[in-house]
């Protein structure tokens, strides 16, 4: 560790190499693995209290394991693929290539168990940073391209950033994009009683298997959708949500901000991007500690877009092309 005012080292999760950044003071602390790049903690000092807002693996099984997909890097492609089926640049492709039914089931990118080299890692009196590079993506089934990507995790004054950066290291054009699946939890306890803002315009509805209707069917204006409507700060009640939102709208400094607050203590934060749809989730369905954290989903593109005509120009890497994608946590209270 450094003897500035932030610090950034390596450890050991058991098995696993983690990295830390920290304040120097000891009030802010994050661990990230490098196996996924996946955030593991982000403590906090709150009231004089030490609290971890994020719900992250615990131990280096579920590491390795990853449950739930917990703060996964998800590229190139972000939540789930119909049928594990696309078409680009007119050419048809299946990422299961003989696998029927049920069991076809292709969802949240390649680079989950990716060991990711640690790039750079850096500190000084203005920011703790590292770098996560993976070359992972290359040519499988059902995705016949390769591209280079590099996670940068930056904790200073204003929070957490999280800047992505995926290059198409491939011959030919390639369907790309990114997100980030974190869970985040305010308060003990389960999350019906702490409050949601999520500053869209636009649901997506989705059939029972969770992929967009289609065409304009999936987007509903939310003035039509009263139940999922949190374009203004409320109790997430009895809310079962797994939901999409697009047409987002930015403060006055260019940041999309969704909000998570617990309105007992006071303590809140705000999940920042500066593009893309947010993707809310309230954990209902996970195997562990169910409905006690909620996942506020940053990404790029809406799922399914590999098979959305309207996203075919977002998700399009040109070879040679590199393309960022950048957001964050701030705490407020």
Request: glycine share 10%; proline share 5%; with cysteine.
């Amino acid at each position: 560790m450094s003897a500035t005012r932030y610090a950034a080292g390596r450890s050991r999760l058991g098995g696993q190499d983690i990295v830390v950044l920290a304040d120097a003071d000891g009030s802010r602390r994050i661990r990230i693995a490098r196996h996924g790049a996946a955030l593991l903690g982000f403590e906090v000092v709150f009231a004089g209290a030490a609290r971890d807002l994020a719900d992250g693996y615990r131990d280096a099984a579920e590491v390795a394991a990853r449950p739930g997909s917990r703060f996964a890097i998800m590229v190139p492609f972000a939540g789930r693929i119909a049928d594990a089926r696309y078409r680009f640049d007119g050419q048809p492709q299946d990422l299961q290539p003989g696998v029927a039914g049920a069991a076809r089931a292709s969802r949240h990118g390649f680079v989950r168990d990716a060991d990711f080299d640690i790039a750079a890692l850096s500190a000084d009196d203005s920011s703790a940073q590292v770098t996560l590079a993976t070359s992972a993506i290359r040519p499988q089934p059902g995705y016949p391209h390769a591209i280079d990507l590099a996670v940068t995790y930056t904790l200073d004054a204003g929070g957490l950033t999280l800047e992505a950066r995926m290059r198409n290291v491939g011959d030919s054009a390639a369907p790309c994009f990114f997100g980030w699946h974190p869970y985040f939890r305010v308060a003990a306890g389960e999350v019906d009683g702490w409050q949601l803002q999520i500053p869209a315009q636009t649901l997506i509805r989705t059939g029972a298997d969770l992929i967009a209707l289609a065409g304009t069917e999936a987007y509903v204006a939310l003035d039509d959708a009263p139940a999922l409507d949190f374009r203004e700060p409320r109790r997430i009640g009895d809310s079962i949500l797994d939901q999409g939102y697009t047409d987002l709208e930015a403060d006055a400094d260019g940041r999309i901000r969704t909000r998570l607050r617990d309105p007992a203590s006071g303590f809140g934060i705000a999940v920042w991007q500066e593009s893309g749809v947010m993707h809310a989730f309230t954990a209902d369905t996970v195997s562990r500690d169910a409905r006690r954290a909620v996942a506020l989903e940053p990404m790029e593109c809406m799922a399914d877009a590999f098979n959305r005509p309207e996203c075919a120009e977002a998700v399009r890497l040109e070879p040679g092309a590199e393309r960022r994608f950048r957001c964050g946590v701030e705490i407020e209270s």
